[in-house]
């Protein structure tokens, strides 16, 4: 079945409640729309729903998968107010209103499984432990990401986020987005023409730049200072959770690993040689071990 592009209108969760306009969320969907075996996929910090195309044609066969541009990347609209992109509880919100308008919520025949890059894995924990809904989430796949992300990190990251670079010709913007993203390790020239290809935004004058609202910088700014712990909200997670980590990861370390397997109990952790932050689940290896444990039996989602 072909992959279908949806949006559909959402009210913003503002901080100071200053927004009340109506705004969309974009994402894609792929397999049966009647599966009850569903397969939500969410992208890391700058990226949008088009990196998991190549998960998503694996999965769809078995699943009924969507994969959502969050507010302020890829297709999905911009808020008005650039501070809202720091205000935690609009992510959750409109998650609930994309689980609510796909069906996902109030059907205890639906299985509900999320993949997460970076962020998207943080957005899924903490939709994993909401208290009203403790049985929302079955599985949970977590790409580079922990409860412990430290300062450096994010300062590391202001160097790129929200810069608005152009580019003459989109072959140059193409080879910038495989020199800042080495870090995704060995992809074909086809993958990273995928990756730049739904990354580039076509400015009126010709030249190339990214795809995304350079005002999401805004939630990285008031970080950079301090470590950001959600141990907390790790320890509340009670779901089979597989976490891949990248080994020259400069986001989730292995010392944040090694802790996350204590207080973990039902985590289990695969490091993926030769590839830092974040995996980026496009690669065959990587599709198949998600692949391999969101299809896995209930009994036995230990066998890595």
Known sequence: MAMRLNRFPIHTNSNNNSDKNTRCITYTEWGDPDNLHIVVCVHGLTRNCRDFDFLAKELESNCRVICVDIVGRGQSDWLINIEDYDHHPLYVSDTVAL?????????????????????????????????ESPDLIRRLVMSDIGPLIPAIALAEMLDYVGKEPHFNSFKEFKEHIKEISSSYGHLTDAQWHHLAVHSARKFDNGTYGFNYDPGIVESLKKHTSHDINMWKQWNTLNIPTLVLHGEKSNVLHPETVAEMQVRGAMVQIIELPNIGHAPMLISNDQIILVKDYLLAPESTTGFF
């Open 99 to 131: 689980l609510s308008h796909i069906g996902a919520l109030g059907n205890s025949a639906v299985q509900l499984d999320w993949v997460g890059i970076s962020m998207g894995g943080l957005i899924g924990m903490i939709m994993a432990i909401q208290p």
